[in-house]
């Protein structure tokens, strides 16, 4: 029905930057990707699952978790049915799992509002 495909991921040094990629093919319940509220999640060694980041529909509203705000973006290309994340001053404490999810609501930075999810894209940040 639907795929969510996360790139981007691999080691970097500490103040460096990574893009994530996620590439999304099918539709949810008949819907278009212009249409899903996408967010990233991450989730490190022996922790929960966290939110990241959020985007709506259009791409006019996120949001951002306190410890990301100023560092990461988040973007979307709705003609390339993709969602961004743009990582930058990079610190060890952003090792994780990255995962893309898509959700039919609003705009949430919830995460059992996020139904479907890619596999995860391993970023590590080295001292």
């Known amino acids: 029905q639907v795929q969510l495909v996360e790139s981007g991921g691999g080691l970097v040094q500490a103040g460096g930057s990574l893009r994530l990629s996620c590439a999304v093919s099918?539709?949810?319940?008949?819907?278009?990707?212009?249409?899903?509220?996408m967010g990233w999640f991450r989730q490190a060694p022996g922790k929960e699952r966290e939110f990241v980041a959020a985007?709506?529909?259009?791409?006019?509203?996120?949001y951002y978790a306190d410890s990301v705000k100023g560092r990461f973006a988040i973007s979307r290309d709705n003609s390339e049915n993709t969602v961004y994340l743009q990582m930058n001053s990079l610190n060890p404490e952003d090792t994780a799992v990255y995962y893309c999810?898509?959700?039919?609501?609003?705009?949430?930075?919830?995460?059992?509002?996020?139904?479907?999810w890619g596999q995860g894209t391993q970023v590590t940040v080295s001292s």
């Open positions: 985007i709506g529909w259009t791409g006019g509203a996120s």
């Open positions: 099918g539709h949810i319940r008949g819907r278009t990707f212009a249409t899903y509220a």
């Open positions: 999810a898509a959700g039919l609501g609003a705009l949430t930075r919830v995460i059992d509002r996020y139904n479907y």
